[in-house]
């Protein structure tokens, strides 16, 4: 079938029938292409580095119409989207502003349409929405702080997993970490599910169905709005990020709609101010110690006598589940 063939033949299909592969090696990058992709109503087969396109030999041999690559483009992979008999295969494109950045993030979304539209002949893409920033996101309700430290990634993981991205929540993540591993946290978190994770390099705002990771080098406060600040200060004391600081000023500022679980990890960090998140009213949960790759961090937590519920990251995404939707239905009544 020839090019032109193919694109007449994508013409018949409904835009939900084309499915689209990105390939890409930067997150924000797989994140904005797999944004734009949905908002064209396009099916999303895959959002990976070449790393992890290599490791999934479905993705190798599937049905994909379009290719939207920012990695090398080396003989494997133009062997593999000869294969596939695409319509379109887009290699490389200028980097992608961050979510937050609404109208320049709409600006390289609706260059990227243009670009679609034009090698699809599809021009009604143009005028299918595109990113709108604050005033379109999915509002959000309760504030879901996670600390974590040692042995952390694996259980949060597993947590996120089991937790559906469509609850009216935000997660904020503060991981003990080293700065040159923190920027692989978002990628571990991100595989087989749709929460979108990402580290805090600039003032943003908590977003539903996101999972904004505190940085190593800066400190971060959280205001009543919904915003995340980033302070040009690094953190005090011992633990960076300090779980302890983020936990006091979010339940300040949140009180009763914030749920903070502590995960396994080294030390007590974060039981420091749990008197004042009980006169705040906010949830705290843990991670079994004895389910933990570094018990004593969760164990701190349930030793203050404050913690709620203990179990399993499992368990705990379920708990949360349930208590959100134990709230909608009280506020309902």
Not at 91 to 111: I, T
């Amino acid at each position: 079938m020839t090019d032109n063939a193919r694109v007449l033949a994508l013409r018949q299909k409904s835009n939900h029938d084309i499915k689209v592969l990105v390939m890409a090696e930067d997150h924000r990058q797989r994140l904005a292409f797999s944004d734009t992709v949905r908002s064209c109503g396009f099916t999303l087969v895959g959002c990976v580095s070449r790393a992890q396109w290599q490791e999934k030999s479905e993705l190798s041999n599937a049905d994909i119409d379009i290719w939207l690559i920012d990695s090398d483009y080396d003989d494997s992979v133009a062997t593999a989207t000869i294969a596939s008999k695409s319509a379109a295969v887009l290699v490389g494109f200028s980097q992608a502003p961050y979510l937050n950045e609404a109208q320049q993030y709409g600006k390289w979304q609706r260059k990227l349409k243009r670009k679609l539209a034009k090698l699809l002949a599809l021009p009604a893409l143009i005028d299918t929405p595109e990113y709108k920033g604050d005033d379109t996101e999915r509002s959000w309700q309760y504030v879901v702080f996670l600390g974590a430290s040692m042995g952390g990634p694996s259980a949060v993981k597993e947590f996120l997993d089991n937790v559906p991205a469509t609850l009216p929540v935000c997660i904020l993540l503060a991981h003990h970490f080293n700065q040159t591993m923190i920027g692989t946290l978002p990628r571990i978190l991100n595989r087989h599910n749709d929460w979108r994770c990402e580290v805090i390099a600039s003032s943003q705002r908590l977003r539903a169905g996101h999972c904004l990771i505190a940085p190593i080098d800066k400190q971060i406060v959280c205001d009543s709005a919904g915003r995340v600040i980033l302070l040009d200060q690094a953190w005090s004391g011992e633990y960076k990020p300090a779980i302890g600081q983020i936990l006091k000023n979010t339940s300040d500022v949140y009180g009763s709609d914030l749920i903070n679980i502590i995960f396994s990890g080294m030390g007590n960090d974060g039981s420091q101010y749990l008197d004042m998140v009980q006169d705040n009213n906010s949830q705290l949960w843990a991670q079994d110690p004895s389910l933990s790759a570094c018990p004593s961090q969760p164990q701190a937590i349930i030793d203050s006598g404050y913690c709620g519920f203990v179990g399993s990251p499992t368990d705990l995404a379920k708990k949360l589940t349930d208590y959100i939707g134990e709230r909608a239905a009280g506020h309902s009544r």
